[in-house]
Nanobody
Framework: QARLAESGGGPVQAGESLRLSCYGSERDFGAMVGWFRQVPGKLREGVAAIVIGEGTTYYADSAKGRFTISQDSSANTISLRMNNLKTEDAATYYC???????????????????WGQGTQVAVSS
C-alpha cells in the first residue's frame, strides 16, 4: 500500500521544466526522502534526496545543475524541480521515505521504506 503520493508528471518537450510533488505525513517521510525514476527493463535509479529538517541534499550526476529537491514550507510536501529536461529524463518518477538518513546510501532504493505509486514524465525532442 502506497504511503506517499506523487503528482506533477506529464508530457513536455526537451528543454522545458516540470515540478513534481510528493505528499505524505511526517511519519511517512521519516528521516530522508528521495526521488527515484525507472524505465521499463532498467533498475530504479536514485535522482535526488533530502534529509528532513536539515535540508542536506544529494543528487545523481545526471541531475546536478538541473534538478532541485526541496521541502516546502507546508512541511508535508517534497518537491523536485526539473529544468532543461532531456529525452533521457523520461521515466516514471517515484518518491520514497526512509526511517534512516545516510549520505552514502541516499540514492539507493534499498534505503527506503515507503514508496508512492509514481508519476510519469514523458520528454519529446
Amino acid at each position: 500500500q502506497a504511503r506517499l503520493a506523487e503528482s506533477g508528471g506529464g508530457p513536455v518537450q526537451a528543454g522545458e521544466s516540470l515540478r513534481l510533488s510528493c505528499y505524505g505525513s511526517e511519519r511517512d517521510f521519516g528521516a530522508m526522502v528521495g526521488w527515484f525514476r525507472q524505465v521499463p527493463g532498467k533498475l530504479r535509479e536514485g535522482v535526488a534526496a533530502i534529509v528532513i529538517g536539515e535540508g542536506t541534499t544529494y543528487y545523481a550526476d545526471s541531475a546536478k545543475g538541473r534538478f532541485t529537491i526541496s521541502q516546502d514550507s507546508s512541511a508535508n510536501t517534497i518537491s523536485l524541480r526539473m529544468n532543461n529536461l532531456k529525452t533521457e529524463d523520461a521515466a516514471t518518477y517515484y518518491c520514497a521515505g526512509s526511517r534512516r538518513k545516510s549520505g552514502m546510501f541516499a540514492l539507493q532504493a534499498g534505503m527506503y521504506d515507503y514508496w508512492g505509486q509514481g508519476t510519469q514524465v514523458a520528454v519529446s525532442s
